[in-house]
Nanobody
């Protein structure tokens, strides 16, 4: 069973950037899609970005043009590059494989 671990979260000012990294304990080669979800206090969890094995991607409308998801099957990592961050991006971000394998999450706080 693949285990996922996120890193790269932290506190950043509005307009700033962060890069989240998800490292898998095993191969992600057979995982059809890798995703980043987020959950803010008092809000429902939402799908932020997804990348399929072939490289196609999906983005939440609120992050289109600001976030970029990528995966490296050889290195077993998935990244989420977040630019032009807004206070409403504040949440715990989770790396997920096939909506089945979940990492523990990493906190992202956007605040001045």
């Amino acid at each position: 069973q693949v285990q996922l671990a996120e890193s790269g979260g932290g506190v950043v000012q509005p307009g700033g950037s962060l890069k989240l990294t998800c490292a898998a304990s095993g191969s992600i080669y057979s995982i059809y899609h890798m995703s980043w979800y987020r959950q803010a206090p008092g809000k429902q969890r939402e799908l932020v970005a997804r990348i399929f094995f072939g490289g196609s991607t999906y983005y939440l409308d609120a992050v289109k043009g600001r976030f970029t998801i990528s995966r490296d099957n050889a290195k077993n990592i998935v990244t989420l590059k977040m630019d032009s961050l807004k206070p409403e991006d504040t949440a715990v971000y989770y790396c997920v494989g096939d909506d089945n394998f979940w990492g523990p999450g990493t906190q992202v706080t956007v605040s001045s």
